[in-house]
DNA sequence: ATTCTTTATCGTAATATTGCAATATTAAAA
DNA sequence: TTTTAATATTGCAATATTACGATAAAGAAT
């Protein structure tokens, strides 16, 4: 054991646990709040924004990367980082939805 | 290693990765969804509709307990799950806010 | 009082995550 | 072409998560 067993939710249910678990560290929720804040796209001093070595935030830029969050592209022997907007935009809405539909009337307890 | 450097973010980065954290599993997403969807709150069902054990169901109820999503009232010798109103509303005004903070117009790539 | 039902906890195995030093890669710069 | 700068990858140790069988706990039903 110790694998999540995807197989047996919907697809949407899983992509909003990946979704969500991408998000799900202190230190990619400080990149995302970072490539929002600074408008223009940043390539590494991310690093220096953050209190971890290189190789870790570059692991946590893949996995932002794999959720499709964000989005690198080369420039030069730099990497240019910046938010998906379009996964983003789809991601905002299904968490919209999700949070949008819980109506706090019709709660008993 | 191992364990999540937390010390050195801030407290609002590190609730909104706890609270995504939480979600980051698609049967906790599922037992939200199902909580949303049944008005009225619904107690150990909620093992009949996942394809998990009873143990497992348990453990990740408690950890949407302890990240505010949903509360459990004891009735009789069973327990009532529901979500919680008010970290709800929290939670999706937190996430309306991060989601909300970035124009795609501002990005370069 | 005993049994049944419901939920939680414990113990444990399998796997995943976090973090970093060392090293590789790739392209600019000298 | 060597050096430098910026990122990625590898390998590994520490810790966390996921899942479940076995068992405990607590109240309802008999």
Redesign the interface.
Known sequence: MGA???D???SE??E???L???????????I??HL?KV???VCGDIVDEL??AQPTVSQHLKELKNAGLI?G?IEGNAI?Y??D?DT??R??NI??N?????K?E????
Do not use: D, V
């Not at 019709?106 to 307890?109: K, P, V």
């Open positions: 999540t067993k995807t047996f939710f919907t249910q899983n909003l646990a990946m969500t678990k991408a998000m799900g560290h202190p230190a990619r929720i400080a995302l709040q929002i408008k223009a796209c209190p971890l989005k592209t240019c910046c938010i907007t983003w935009n991601y905002k968490l919209e999700l949070f949008g539909s819980y706090s019709s709660n008993c307890c």
